[in-house]
């Protein structure tokens, strides 16, 4: 899961400069970062240090009461659960709204599956170059 497309009119907002040498390679090294969110299975050691013990007690607290939590554990217990997951991601979030004291900790576990990703030049070169070589941007 990430969120690298370019778009047109981002293109067209950068410096007069840049857009006039036409090179997608340089456009591209002008534009931000994106964030591409990767698969990052997490451990005890990884909640522990991220997140906190109180955090691990938190969710030992509520898995009584939410299968969801309880199995999450296991998966934390063996090393295996994945923040990088679409769903494991939409339970935390769903996680925060319920328990609002974690936000916290629960945004520094999800940062770990974020990955800053450079701009790709073909991207660029795609929403810039037309098929029959027209410039677009």
Known sequence: ???????????????IEVLET?????IADFLPPR????ATPIGIGTVLAVAGG??????????????DIKWSLELIKRGDFDVGHPVTRA?????????PEL?????ALLKLAEMSVKVDEFEVRKVCWSDTGEWLA
């Open 1 to 15: 899961m990430s969120n690298t497309s370019v778009t047109v009119e981002e293109i067209k907002g950068l410096p």
């Open 22 to 26: 036409k090179d997608s390679q340089v």
């Open 103 to 107: 936000a916290a900790p629960i945004s």
């Open 54 to 67: 109180e955090y691990l007690n938190a969710l030992e607290a509520a898995s009584a009461a939410d299968a």
């Open 91 to 99: 339970k935390l979030f769903a996680f925060v709204q319920k328990f």
């Open 35 to 38: 964030v591409s969110i990767v």
